[in-house]
């Protein structure tokens, strides 16, 4: 009985801590770094106990605000490649896809993320751990493209690495001259493919 109810409150802990992100994404929005703790309480419908029961205070919060958007970000861009680890065209255009996809997801938070404040709030090595792990995706994609006589021997890793990356953190630019979200990731790969391989066909 006691395990059923500390399992209980396990997972009551983990669903308002969920809660409480996703309020807070939304005022964080709004608000950049000056978010409100009672704000972001009320709108999750939580006690602002409950609140700092999980998040000592506001740099706390903005801590786990940008971990929870980098986690979700790394997930969606590794899940959507990984089908096609045997086509690396297909996983380009899936890469190209989920960045998009992304960009347009968090594009209320596009200002506030660069704030140079949120990184200060950071240990020093979290924003180079994370480009790490951002351009590690594109990598691997690159070299096993590389391996199957698909890609281009002569490419240089971290630089091509880094296009690709460059290419849908960028698209948020381009998001309203399309027609669609599958349109502008079918444009870049177009423009990637001929760079990686010097032609588009299979």
Known sequence: MASAKGSAKRTDA??????????????FAEHGLDLE??????????GVGTL????????????AILQSVVEDALAQLRAAQAPYAADPRAALQALMLAGIRLQEQYRPLSGVLRDP???????????????IQFLEIPRDLLTRGMQMGIFRRDLDLNIIAVIMVGAFTSAIDLLDT????????????HSLLLMLTGSVEP
């Not at 703790?37 to 939580?46: H, I, Q, R, S, Y």
């Open 178 to 189: 399309y027609r669609s979200l599958d349109e502008l990731a079918e444009r870049l790969t």
């Open 52 to 63: 700092y029961g999980h998040f000592a205070n506001r740099e706390d919060l903005l801590r």
């Open 37 to 46: 703790m009672n704000e972001v309480a009320a709108l999750a419908k939580l």
């Open 14 to 27: 983990l669903t308002n801590r969920a809660r409480i992100l996703q309020a807070a994404l939304t005022v």
């Open 117 to 131: 404040r949120l990184i200060k709030l950071m240990d020093p090595s979290y924003g180079q751990n994370v480009r």
